[in-house]
């Protein structure tokens, strides 16, 4: 498979909103904030902000007491998240307001410089986002190490867990982590009774509502744990009479607005940049988190888009500047709220921007309600999350990639120092990490059969050269010495220190030979930099590869196996030798010394003599698509089959036929392959060889050039046993209508390969489906394409029929007609396939399944098809998306 310039000019920016219809007005030029425009609610934003509504009421009441603020504070920063950040942020999806994350910093400001001027640097803070936002530097953001993140989130977590543990205790929390550790005795042997109860009641429900079995427990979980864990420790303290303390709203009347910061201007400065790099790191890395969320959900992603981190940042500092001024707390992107919010369907901002709503009309219009929770439920409620902060994945996964120091001290230090101390520490520890993996070079030397290995692991830069030299002239003069390079990066003075010594073996007499880690030779770096690829080395030794007119080609399609690739086309110039032939019936152009029916294209109309390479073309691997105008089966393109003296410029030469632009790629690509692939692969093609094939699954697909089977299904050598034709179709066994072809390969792998599996695949665009649609009704099969053809009849039968429901696609419809007779002629073919005496067999005595399945071609995307298996097969089928997680058989 070669990676090749596409033939034609395409723009990779461009999506599918760029398009219009051609009568429909032209597309507007696009506004920054679309969120002022006029609301449409939709009833998915209804449903989703509700239940964010009630995730944010009981937390925001919760991380204010946590922090020491007024209570209302909690309400105003989650009524502003969502009205202001909902409106004007870039991540239409994300739901912002006062963060567990933030509760630290804020506490900490809190009992510095009092309640006002922590306000004031809410306000600030806000100021500097906008600033930042305006610079467009958000995504330097994304540049800090995760193990920094995580690690500051964790500190945070425990942070607040051992300062909610004593207010869960009946007791005060401290200011400090190490004053709460030092504390905790002596609350402990002063429980207050009535706190605790209610405290674990709180935990337990919340520990228990999500894991509540069966359908009835299913529709419960709908509504969020934490607000039935408050609600149940209100009712209760209510009911009962416990005396403990609850929540207090004083009258909005009395609530403290931000005033002049009064404390030193370094403090101050700190205190802004500490909240500053908290709320924008937190609120940038959530709108991530929430694009992978949305590319999760079929159809969402084009609806949404992905997020404008600038424009988020924006948001996040004028929802700061409004929440200071009004006297909330900070504001920042919440991942709880946000997950909530796409998992309860929202499609768009409206859903944010209600929830800020609802918040604003319960703490105008509830307040006697509120003023009943207990504040021991709360602080589990704040517990509970600041638990959930050092989340063992994390965990696992900074440990895997061996970043568990950066990790470590990052939490250690916002545990004991503070979060700016923390932060600070832990990207100190991450620079000197990285810096020591780039500067850490390992090189050892080993003599093998007579042949010195030197191995190389790591980056080759000027301070491993010393190393480099010493560990080369270990070599003895007149040897074979094989320089394994496992790096990605070699600088200039490594790179003549190389030359220098592999110039002075080869005078000695010895050979060398530099590879990669996979064996694979190595082309000679012009200049410090890269080193080549290893998967696609480069054999100085080949022939440059050369036109008829003597040019040499070889540096104009610079083409691999196994790399990405643009539609299979290189941009190559294709000219006629010898004069242009006559043209066919159908009036497609004809190659040099051709006859007009033997250079007709084909139905796509593209010259034959330049259509890319066929079945055999350049890749290594077991399959390669057909482009239109391949070479045939035999892989000899049009023109080499004409016979000479038939075209203009036939009697040039009726020995030599003339070697097209499609014959020289075909030439080249399997060049590529034996150099390049071939010793890959040759070990399991010589065991294949010896034991036969055994395949566990028989593939029937379209013969369609943009369906690589092996691509596909992720497959190899000898794992599926592959039958093509045009429209992936099984004409039913017996008379007229039978196929021997297909009926053969059918009996073949059913009786002889014993496979396990058959699958249909049909695919997008099929134009074969598109044949079958336009052909018109009673017109006689003239060609062998439609007499072909007429094994999808049945299929547009069964479409059209009423009382026949139609195949559909989980989460939307068909996109036009063409598509559900794709859809429905997998499920046709299945129905054909179960005729078949050596598949009914199999089915009866349990020894085969079948399968049915579509590829989405634009969006390379597989379905399968999900059925009962008791089905006869008759009726409709869905079509369930195969997304990236291990997906188990589905029967049909």
Avoid at 496 to 518: C, I, K, N, V, Y
Avoid at 541 to 564: F, K, L, S, Y
Avoid at 674 to 684: F, K, S
Avoid at 708 to 735: A, E, K, Q, W
Wanted: with cysteine; charged share 15%; net charge neutral.
């Amino acid at each position: 498979m070669s990676a090749c310039v596409s033939t034609r000019a395409t723009d990779p920016s461009r999506t599918e909103r760029d398009h219009h219809q051609p009568h429909s007005p032209p597309p507007t030029s696009p506004r920054r904030f679309r969120g002022l425009r006029p609301p449409r609610v939709e009833g998915a934003d209804w449903s989703a902000s509700i239940a964010v509504f009630l995730i944010a009421l009981p937390l925001s009441l919760g991380i204010a007491l946590a922090t020491g603020a007024p209570l209302q504070s909690g309400l105003v920063a989650a009524a502003v998240g969502g009205l202001v950040a909902g409106l004007l942020g870039g991540s239409p999806l994300q739901v912002s307001g006062p963060a567990a994350g933030l509760t630290v910093v804020t506490a900490d400001l809190i009992h510095r410089y009092g309640w006002r001027t922590t306000c004031a640097v809410t306000v600030l803070a806000g100021l500097a986002q906008l600033g930042l936002g305006c610079l467009r530097v958000a995504r330097t953001a994304l540049a800090v190490s995760p193990a920094v993140v995580h690690g500051m989130l964790a500190g945070i977590g425990v942070t607040i867990a051992v300062a909610q543990l004593h207010i869960v205790l009946g007791g005060s929390p401290q200011s400090a982590v190490l004053d709460n550790v030092r504390a905790l005795p002596a609350q402990l042997a002063h429980l207050h009774p009535a706190a605790v109860s209610m405290s674990v009641l709180t935990l337990t429900v919340l520990l228990l509502w999500p894991r509540l079995p069966g359908r009835v427990g299913r529709a419960l979980r709908k509504v969020p744990a934490a607000l039935v864990a408050v609600t149940a420790a209100t009712v209760t303290a209510s009911l009962t009479g416990l005396s403990l303390p609850k929540v207090d709203l004083p009258s909005w009347r009395s609530h403290a607005l931000a005033g002049l910061p009064e404390g030193p201007v370094l403090g101050i400065a700190a205190a802004v940049l500490t909240v500053t790099l908290v709320c924008s790191v937190q609120s940038l890395l959530g709108a991530v988190a929430v694009d992978k969320m949305i590319s999760a959900r079929p159809g969402l992603p084009a609806r949404v888009g992905r997020s404008d981190l600038d424009r988020e940042l924006l948001g996040q500092g004028a929802a700061n500047l409004v929440s200071g001024a009004l006297g909330g707390l900070p504001v920042a992107g919440v991942a709880v709220r946000s997950s909530a919010n796409v998992q309860s369907g929202a499609v768009s901002r409206n859903s944010t921007m209600l929830h800020g709503v609802f918040v604003v009309i319960a703490a105008l219009l509830m307040v006697p309600i509120l003023e009943l929770i207990p504040l021991a439920s709360l602080a589990a409620l704040v517990m509970a999350v600041g638990i959930q902060m050092v989340s063992l994945h994390h965990i696992r996964t900074v440990t895997r990639h061996r970043e568990v120091l950066v990790y470590a001290v990052t939490t250690l230090g916002v545990v004991l120092l503070g979060v700016l101390e923390g932060v600070m520490l832990g990207v100190a520890v991450a620079v000197a990490v990285a810096l020591h993996r780039l500067a850490r070079t390992r090189i050892t030397h080993e003599e093998k059969e007579g042949v010195h290995h030197v191995q190389v692991r790591g980056q080759l830069t000027f301070l491993a050269v010393p190393r480099l030299s010493r560990t080369l002239h270990l070599v003895p003069h007149g040897t074979h010495a094989v320089v394994e390079l496992d790096g990605s990066f070699m600088d200039h003075a490594a790179y003549e220190a190389l030359q220098d010594w592999q110039s002075t073996h080869l005078a000695q007499g010895g050979s060398t030979e530099l590879t990669g880690r996979e064996g694979g030779r190595i082309a000679e770096p012009a200049t410090a930099g890269r080193l080549a690829d290893r998967t696609a080395p480069v054999d100085r030794a080949a022939p440059a590869d050369h036109d008829t007119v003597g040019r040499t080609t070889a540096t104009a399609c610079r083409c691999h196996p196994w790399t990405p690739w643009r539609n299979h086309q290189c941009a190559l110039p294709t000219r006629p030798v010898g004069g242009s032939g006559s043209t066919g019936s159908t009036g497609a152009t004809g190659t040099a010394g051709s006859t007009g029916s033997a250079g007709v294209a084909g139905s796509t109309g593209v010259d034959a003599a330049a259509g890319p390479v066929g079945a055999a073309g350049a890749h290594g691997g077991p399959e390669e698509p057909e482009g239109p105008g391949a070479p045939g089966p035999t892989g000899v393109s049009a023109s080499s089959t004409a016979p000479a003296g038939t075209g203009a410029a036939g009697a040039a030469d009726a020995s030599a036929p003339s070697v097209s632009s499609g014959g020289r790629q075909l030439a080249r690509g399997i060049s590529a392959f034996q150099r390049n692939t071939a010793p890959l692969v040759r070990g399991e093609l010589a065991r294949l060889a010896r034991e036969g094939q055994q395949p566990s699954q028989l593939f029937l697909t379209c013969a369609d050039s943009r369906l690589v089977t092996s691509m596909i299904t992720s497959s190899g050598p000898g794992d599926l046993f592959v039958v093509r034709n045009v429209g992936n179709l099984v004409p039913p066994p017996g008379g007229e209508s039978g196929d021997d072809s297909v009926a053969a390969a059918i009996e073949y792998a059913v009786d002889v390969l014993k496979v396990r599996s058959i699958t249909v695949c049909g695919h997008s665009g099929c134009g074969a489906m598109q044949a079958l649609l336009s052909a018109e009704p009673g017109q006689a099969a003239r060609t062998p394409l439609r007499r072909w053809l007429r094994h999808g009849a049945p299929s547009l039968e069964r479409m059209a029929a009423e009382e026949s429901p139609w195949v559909r696609l989980a989460g939307r419809a068909p996109a036009d007609a063409v598509e559900q007779l794709c859809l429905t002629n997998v499920v046709q073919q299945l129905e054909h396939l179960r005729a078949h005496e050596s598949v009914a067999r199999a089915l009866r005595e349990r020894e085969l399944e079948l399968h049915g399945m579509y590829f989405h071609v634009g969006e390379a995307q597989a379905y399968l098809l999900a059925e009962d298996p008791a089905d006869d097969g008759v009726h409709g089928g869905v079509f369930s998306r195969v997304g990236t997680t291990a997906l188990h058989g589905t029967h049909v």
